[in-house]
């Protein structure tokens, strides 16, 4: 089942890795620190609302990285970079989009720089490259 493995998968399963149980556990367990660490500021991650919400986003994160460890076991490579493409250039930008707007500012350009490097390996198909 595992017989695949290469160095070049460890970004996609450290990203799931991150993404499957940062997602599951903290967003769940304690959504206003979960916010902070996002990106939002104090008064939204204070807000019952916002964390009430936030649970949306957290399950939307840890389904992707389940997504990518189902797809990593299944042997379709592919399909893992291509799922890194859609975590980092569709749902990682807008995060950079709404904390631009919503949030601490300070944070969008690590935030940005690693989303861009999760796209980046993803459309480069760097996972799938060490089956060639």
Sequence with gaps: MLDHFSWLHIPAL???T?????????????????????????????SRE???????????TSTLGLLVFALYLQGDLAAVDTT???????CGIADVITI????????????????????GWGIAGMTASSSL
């Design 14 to 16: 450290l990203s799931a």
């Design 18 to 46: 991150l993404m499957f149980f940062g997602g599951l556990f903290h967003g769940l367990l304690k959504p206003q620190a979960a916010l902070l660490t996002w990106g939002m500021t104090d008064e939204i991650a204070r």
């Design 50 to 60: 916002a964390q009430i919400v936030y649970y949306g986003h957290t399950m939307r």
């Design 84 to 90: 890194m493409v859609v975590m980092g250039g569709y």
């Design 100 to 119: 631009w707007y919503h949030g601490n500012q300070r944070v969008i350009p690590v935030r940005l720089l690693s989303v861009l490097c999760i796209a």
